[in-house]
Nanobody, 127 residues
């Protein structure tokens, strides 16, 4: 049974930073494409970032490019999302998600692609 457990959310002022972590248990990390998805109150879930763990390729939503960085540690089965220069509009519940990797170097942000989800961690950017 695959489990994804996020941590690292919290309260931060605009311009601040947070690092989210997602520990994956049950399968080696390189079996998956990993993604970070967020959902603000009253809004649909939206893809923030993804990474193809086998190729190291990543993608980002336009709204976070240059501010967020996704990375992995395959030895500890952990995915990270480093979030810098945070803005109030980044306030959301952030979910770690996994898509079974079928082949190819790409990853995709669309939330409907993901097969497994964590429980989410709240990020609040307040001024």
């Amino acid at each position: 049974q695959l489990q994804l457990v996020e941590s690292g959310g919290g309260l931060v002022q605009p311009g601040g930073s947070l690092r989210l972590s997602c520990v994956v248990s049950g399968r080696p990390l390189d079996y998956f494409i990993m993604g970070w998805v967020r959902q603000a109150p009253g809004k649909e879930r939206g893809g923030v970032s993804c990474i193809n763990t086998a190729y190291g390729t990543a993608d980002y939503a336009d709204s976070v490019k240059g501010r967020f960085t996704v990375s992995t540690n395959n030895a500890t089965n952990t995915v990270y999302l480093q979030m810098n220069s945070l803005k109030p509009e980044d306030t959301s519940v952030y979910y770690c998600a996994a898509e079974v990797r079928l082949g190819g170097p790409l990853c995709f942000l669309r939330p409907s692609r993901y097969d497994y989800w964590g429980q989410g961690t709240q990020v609040t950017v307040f001024s």
